[in-house]
């Protein structure tokens, strides 16, 4: 079973950087996926990258500022995350679903194990 505890999370100032984890065991075989979901807002896709890597892809918000990234070897899941703004501001989730070729766009609801989340705060 696949198992995805989210780490990274904090609070950082407008224009600044963070670096999501997700560490990830048995999820080699996964398309893997993060989201984003602020109070009193729906879940929303922001990355997805396959499992055997290829091209990323990523929403118009996340295009240009986030990058996906995966280390099968280690298990985890990356995001990082550069030019941070307010609107970024939101519990970050990792995400996994079977099989391994993510398509697009993004949705929420192909994904089949979450894990619990990590804060990012932006101010500004």
């Known amino acids: 079973q696949v198992q995805l505890v989210e780490s990274g999370g904090g609070s950082v100032q407008a224009g600044g950087s963070l670096r999501l984890s997700c560490a990830a065991s048995g999820y080699s075989s996964y398309c893997l996926g993060w989201f984003r979901q602020a109070p009193g807002m729906e879940r929303e896709g922001v990355a997805t990258i396959n499992s055997y890597g290829g091209t990323p892809y990523y929403a118009d918000s996340a295009k240009g500022r986030f990058t996906i990234s995966r280390d099968n070897a280690k298990s985890i899941l990356y995001l990082q995350m550069n030019s941070l703004k307010p609107e970024d501001t939101a519990m970050y989730y990792c995400?996994?679903?079977?099989?391994?070729?993510?398509?697009?766009?993004?949705?929420?609801?192909?994904?089949?194990?979450w894990g619990q989340g990590t804060q990012v705060t932006v101010s500004s």
């Open positions: 995400a996994a679903k079977w099989p391994g070729y993510c398509g697009s766009p993004i949705r929420a609801a192909n994904f089949d194990y």
